[in-house]
């Protein structure tokens, strides 16, 4: 499964590169991208990374968040403000197995019109926002709603990443994992009802 985590200017690190780390180690063939093209992206606390690889046609798709809350000049805010990337994500989700997102990512999710009538989480920090974009928010690490998966702040992308080792893999698959990083998941995976 090839999976692309796209980055921008402004991004949390911890809400991409954990998920990066633990979906690489899970086997899974990741990727960092931006946008529309090769780029040196400055992360929301000065983490420079050359980014050589832009948003193509993976099987899914990690958005991270970062810069939400205080309406940063770079990050998920300005994201939303300026569209590309709401737009890019809108028009490529038909072609992928899944969204997902980290943090205030589901943001980025929510104006590009993707989790309109999901159910979803954010940093709680965020719910209040996220709500009249959503179904429902609920108040958990981890939601999967089918083919969009949304984790809460920070920290809870590497619950993302076993569950979306879990889903993919296989329980034993994720539980080896976790073992494997010393981590004990937080938390729990709320699973939307049936449509």
């Given at each position: 499964m090839?999976?692309?985590?796209?980055?921008?200017?402004g991004f949390d690190e911890i809400d991409a590169i954990a998920p990066f780390e633990v979906l690489t180690s899970a086997g899974f063939a990741v990727s960092l991208v931006t946008?529309?093209?090769?780029a040196q992206v400055v992360s929301m606390h000065g983490l420079h990374l050359d980014i050589t690889a832009t948003l193509g046609r993976p099987d899914a798709v990690v958005v991270p968040g970062g810069g939400w809350l205080n309406r940063a000049p770079e990050g998920t805010w300005a994201q939303v403000q300026r569209g590309a990337l709401p737009a890019a994500l809108a028009e490529l989700t038909p072609q992928v197995q899944w969204?997902?997102?980290?943090?205030?990512?589901?943001?980025?999710?929510?104006?590009?019109?993707?989790?309109?009538?999901?159910?979803?989480?954010?940093?709680?920090?965020?719910?209040?926002?996220?709500?009249?974009?959503?179904?429902e928010v609920v108040p958990e690490r981890v939601v999967d709603d089918g083919d969009r998966i949304t984790a809460g702040g920070l920290t809870a992308g590497i619950d993302l990443a076993l569950h979306l080792t879990q889903r993919e893999k296989g329980t034993a698959a994720r539980d080896a994992l976790a073992r494997g990083i010393e981590y004990i998941p937080q938390g729990r995976t709320w699973y939307a009802p049936p449509r």
């Open positions: 090839d999976i692309q985590i796209v980055v921008f200017d946008l529309d093209q090769p969204m997902a997102s980290v943090c205030t990512g589901a943001m980025l999710l929510a104006h590009a019109g993707l989790l309109t009538d999901r159910y979803a989480t954010t940093n709680a920090n965020a719910h209040d926002e996220l709500r009249p974009l959503v179904r």
